[in-house]
């Protein structure tokens, strides 16, 4: 039988309401046979999410804090969801263990991962399903990472004998049975692991947006869903800030050609994004979709007979090594290149990077260019087509925004222009225009 893997985030189960109306999504295709959901996230933006509480109330008992004010306000979710939906676990019992084993020093992952735990469990009963601890099915190694050999082997002994169930996200056990979690946002990635596991023709994933827009809508105004997106290309916009999914849930699906589907659990009618292996069809002179991040610095360096120095870039680029810093661009010319770092790697490391490639590299001149935003055009139509590129740059000519750098990576799948920051806004919504048709 065809299965589906569906997998609900923390705001599709912050309360009843929501919990409705999953129900109501899971009983209308009876593919749904896999259920992978988040622990509650927040109901309104001032909200808290329960896996944040979880954390810190580890905290607190690590540094001898009390933390009971934090934990009611994980009781109160928990038991007012039990008492709307009319379950009949007796969750007040899981909370008081769950209490004494923060008391007693639980471990981190332990104490984040019963989130999911206490939520799959009511909605295992609400759903009428099953409920099978990722425990058992997600094997992690000693040292934190997922044991892959084990995992599917478990997977494939302990759910071939269930045909519906619930099975907590974000979490699994190492072989000396201790919990051990993924990294924030992981219960995209159990999701995406049962997907294989199971051989799911689909992996559903829930939550509260239709999928991936074209562009950010806190900066242009509607921008129109994105129905179809490759692998390749949501590596592009989610490196470039587009986050709806966990960029390593990718990983266990796409080798097995299982597409993935975003799909809004507020919104159930539209259709959401598919992320494929390859699209249907690619249109040419289409771009997919356009996504920055301001706050970059440019280390430009020039030198004379650069082009024939063996070595020079290897020497510029041992400095940034030895200084751990790691960079995302590097455009060059004959005598020339630039280095595109994230502020954020940068620190205060700036004075002694310099310093270090004056002395060792000798430059004609370097020059720092701080407050630099970057913006990617992506898609895989443009590689067979003329004229995107000159699309892309008449479009922030037309709106009069300087271009400070260009780039294309080889795989000609994005282009990526160097602006301002403060023209960082502008430059998306003058490209989203002149490719929004
Ligand atoms: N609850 C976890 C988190 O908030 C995992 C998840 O929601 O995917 O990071």
């Known amino acids: 039988m ?3 893997v569906s997998k609900f985030g923390g705001s599709s189960l912050c309360d009843s309401g929501q919990f409705q109306k999953v129900k109501d999504i899971v009983l209308s295709d009876d593919m749904r046979c896999y259920i992978v959901p988040s622990a509650p996230g927040k109901r309104s933006k001032s909200d808290y999410k329960i896996t944040d509480l979880l954390y810190l109330c580890h905290e607190h008992v690590e540094k001898s804090l009390p933390f ?27 909370l008081k263990i769950l209490k004494k084993k923060i008391i007693d020093g639980a471990s981190e992952d332990y104490v984040a991962s019963r989130g999911e735990y206490l939520n799959a469990l009511m909605l295992a009963e609400y759903l009428g399903y099953e409920f099978v601890d990722a ?13 892959e050999k084990a995992t599917y082997a478990a997977i494939e002994i302990r759910l071939s004998k269930v045909k519906k169930a619930v099975i907590p996200g974000f979490y699994g056990a190492s072989g000396d049975g201790k919990i051990r979690t ?17 051989g799911a023709v689909v992996y559903e994933n829930w939550t ?36 709806v999914f966990h960029e390593e849930a990718v990983f266990p699906v796409k080798n097995e050609g299982i597409p993935i589907n975003i799909k809004n659990t507020n919104k159930p009618e539209e ?49 940034l090594e030895s200084n751990c810093v790691a960079f995302e661009h590097m455009p060059s010319g004959i005598d020339s290149i630039s280095l595109v770092i994230d502020d954020s790697e940068l620190e205060n490391k700036t004075d002694k990077i310099l310093e270090e490639i004056e002395k060792q590299c000798n430059p004609d001149s370097i020059i720092v260019h701080p407050n630099m935003a970057l913006i990617a055009v992506v898609g895989e139509g443009m590689i067979k087509t003329r004229g995107v590129s000159a699309r892309v740059f008449s479009s922030l000519e037309k709106d009069n925004i300087n271009i400070r750098m260009i780039n294309q990576g080889s795989s000609e799948m994005s282009i990526i222009v160097g602006v301002e920051n403060e023209d960082f806004e502008s430059a998306i919504r003058a490209v989203y225009k002149a490719f929004e048709n």
């Open 2 to 4: 065809q299965v589906k």
């Open 68 to 94: 009971d004010e934090l934990f009611k306000l994980i009781e109160e979710r928990y038991i007012s969801l039990c008492s709307e939906l009319k379950l009949s676990i007796n969750m007040l019992e899981y």
């Open 135 to 147: 425990a058992e099915l997600i094997v992690f190694t000693k040292d934190g990472r997922l044991d």
């Open 182 to 198: 993924f990294s924030r946002g992981g219960s995209d990635i159990t999701g995406a692991i049962i997907a294989k596991g199971v």
């Open 208 to 243: 509260d947006v239709s999928g991936f827009l074209m562009a950010d809508p806190s900066i242009v105004n509607n921008p129109k869903p994105i129905k179809e997106v490759t692998y390749k290309e949501l590596r592009e916009l989610s490196y470039m800030g587009a986050h």
């Open 271 to 319: 259709k959401g994004t598919f992320i494929l292996n390859d699209k249907i069809e690619v249109k040419s002179g289409n771009i997919t979709g356009i996504a920055g991040k301001k706050d970059f610095t440019v280390i430009a360096i020039e030198k004379t007979l650069m082009d024939k120095d063996i070595g020079y870039c290897r020497r510029v680029l041992t400095v």
